[in-house]
């Protein structure tokens, strides 16, 4: 055992185990990250799958892009221009949104952390926003399944909200749109962070 109470081998766990211990056991996967934080090799694992998992959708992506700026009347000079914008602005956002996100939610921490006068440190901090952010990236992989599976039309019909238990309800109503804003991986994700 260490100072804190954990067990030297639970430290240990690799970035797989760790992945699968924050979706089946957070607390124990929290424990490990607390004392032995690893942030490099975690977040460059997570930013190369979202990567490419956003060039294996960029084709639907382009196309639903196109179509969009079509039918809100632009020009067709105009939609050549987005058009060469489209795959680097994915992927630069992709390398750049992640940290910045990690970032933020470890800024977080770290003020609460103050406030409470906690001893946790912004490297451990940063690596628990890394992991809290897992179940963003299963999102991202069912998201880009479905979006291979049925196009990006019938994609952004699929709701992962709170909203999917206004079963037979007006979707235009307030509630609903009140609900949408729940998103429930979003909200795992917060749980995690909480946990963390």
Do not use: C, H
Request: aromatic share 10%.
């Amino acid at each position: 055992m260490n100072e804190g109470g954990v067990r030297v081998e639970e430290t240990r766990m690799s970035v797989a185990e760790r992945v699968l211990k924050v979706v089946t056991s957070p607390g124990q996967a929290f424990n490990a990250i607390a004392a032995d934080p690893r942030i490099l090799w975690p977040g460059l694992i997570f930013i190369v799958i979202n990567l490419l998992l956003t060039a294996i959708i960029l084709p639907e992506t382009k196309a639903f892009t196109q179509e969009t700026l079509a039918a809100s009347g632009q020009s067709p000079d105009q939609i050549a221009l987005a058009m060469k914008f489209i795959t680097p602005g994915a992927l630069v956002g992709t390398i750049i949104a992640l940290p910045a996100v990690w970032l933020v939610a470890a800024g977080l921490l770290a003020l609460y952390n103050q406030l409470v006068v906690g001893a946790a440190t912004f490297k451990q901090l940063f690596a628990v926003a890394i992991f809290a952010g897992i179940p963003s990236l299963i999102q991202s992989f069912i998201s880009t399944a479905l979006v291979k599976m049925v196009g990006f039309k019938a994609f952004m019909q699929v709701n992962t909200s709170l909203a999917l238990l206004w079963v037979n309800g007006d979707a235009s109503s307030f509630l609903y749109r009140l609900l949408q804003q729940f998103e429930l991986f979003r909200i795992w994700g917060f749980i995690l962070l909480i946990l963390g």
